[in-house]
């Protein structure tokens, strides 16, 4: 399931190849993916393409017959890839769910578990995630502890909510614990406000340096250019139960929390 910084890389290397092309129209290719009917396309300039929580969005401008902007909203889930290709290349028609049509080219949306999503809407509050973005630059220490606000909620299920900060799943949660050095079995609330501090910005170098390496690749997630990111050389302690801590050397362990693997260090994160 790709993360927060899987989905920027996606936006990221999308935005400048797409963004300024007109719209010719999107065609559905498979009627059981969710995909719902396209308002009226052409004529419209895809003018911007960005993450918004663990969204793809595009924003297509607005048109003489209609004062509105229409944003498209694509949720990759667990193997929707977007690939870009320019007018008369060609590429295998499995799996693929829907083409975007633009001036130059067609972006092809492949799924091959059908989970993903693509909604249109016509106001941004309509997509808008309910949590934080980690990365949003108004997310100061004061909110973050306002947003831990006493929950005894343990700290790795806290992170994976998506109504307090949004973007972040089961592989950072267990290496973003464990930069800060803080157990995933803390209940959130009970935070001094400097470990506030460390988890936040425990987070936010985690974020970074992942959306560096264009993600992490387990399984099924590839870029739009159909690569793999190369952020699972970094892992400190996901994927990494019985293997020596990277910092002091005892083995990392290996816990089911909320059905959902959680990979700590019993030392570093006491
Ligand atoms: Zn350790």
Redesign the pocket.
């Known amino acids: 399931m790709p993360e927060l910084p899987e989905v920027e890389t996606v936006a990221r290397q999308l935005a400048p190849v797409l963004q300024g092309r007109r719209a010719l129209g999107l065609r559905r290719l498979d009627p059981l993916l969710r995909v719902d009917a396209a308002p009226r396309l052409r004529g419209r300039t895809l003018e911007e393409v960005r993450r918004s929580g663990k969204q793809v969005v595009f924003r297509f401008s607005t048109v003489e017959r209609d004062s509105r902007p229409v944003w498209g909203v694509i949720h990759l889930r667990m193997t929707g890839r977007l690939i870009w290709v320019g007018a008369g290349e060609r590429r295998p028609a499995r799996h693929l769910r829907a083409m975007l049509a633009l001036e130059g080219g067609r972006l092809l949306f492949y799924d091959a578990r059908r989970f993903g999503t693509w909604g249109w809407h016509r106001s941004e509050t309509g997509f808008a995630p309910a949590g934080v973005d980690p990365l949003d630059s108004r997310l100061d220490l004061n909110r973050f502890v306002a947003l831990l606000g006493g929950s005894r909620q343990e700290l790795k299920a806290w992170l994976l909510r998506q109504d307090r900060l949004v973007g972040l799943g089961n592989i950072y949660a267990s290496e973003i614990l464990h930069r800060a050095r803080l157990s995933p079995f803390r209940p959130a609330g009970s935070l001094s406000r400097g470990e506030a501090g460390d988890l936040l910005r425990a987070t936010r170098r985690i974020l970074r340096r992942a959306i560096d390496a264009c993600g992490t690749t387990f399984s099924d997630f590839q870029d739009s250019r159909g690569l793999t990111g190369t952020y699972a050389r970094y892992l400190t302690v996901y994927d990494r139960g019985g293997e020596p801590?990277r910092?002091?050397?005892?083995a990392v362990r290996r816990v089911v929390q909320h059905q959902r693997s959680t990979y700590y260090?019993a030392?570093?994160?006491g």
């Not at 910092?247 to 005892?250: D, N, T, Y």
Request: glycine share 12%; proline share 0%; net charge positive.
């Open positions: 801590c910092r002091c050397g005892s260090c030392s570093c994160q």
